[in-house]
């Protein structure tokens, strides 16, 4: 296994590129509509996911929403979780 290169740039204080917040609202909507939404239609999934993102105060991007919603569309849905 390869050594993992050390990168260059960081700053001490931790260094962000723009925008890091907005993407991490967008992956934590995404994985929960895909926990929910699996198999839906992609009307639903791509709602579901434009409400939620709305709702933690990110503007949802049209052409994003849309691939993420058909491939949450295309996965088969969660067997039921009875404990």
């Given at each position: 296994m390869e050594a993992?290169?050390?990168i260059s740039n960081a700053r001490s204080g931790g260094y962000r590129t723009a925008g890091?917040?907005?993407q991490?609202?967008?992956d934590y909507v995404?994985?929960?509509v895909m926990?929910?939404?699996r198999g839906h239609n992609e009307d639903q999934v791509a709602q579901a996911i434009?409400?939620?993102l709305r709702?933690?105060?990110v503007v949802p991007n049209g052409r994003q929403i849309a691939q993420y919603a058909a491939a949450i569309s295309a996965l088969p849905e969660l067997p039921p979780n009875n404990k």
């Amino acid at each position: 296994m390869e050594a993992i290169a050390p990168i260059s740039n960081a700053r001490s204080g931790g260094y962000r590129t723009a925008g890091w917040q907005q993407q991490i609202r967008v992956d934590y909507v995404v994985n929960k509509v895909m926990q929910t939404h699996r198999g839906h239609n992609e009307d639903q999934v791509a709602q579901a996911i434009h409400d939620q993102l709305r709702a933690v105060g990110v503007v949802p991007n049209g052409r994003q929403i849309a691939q993420y919603a058909a491939a949450i569309s295309a996965l088969p849905e969660l067997p039921p979780n009875n404990k």
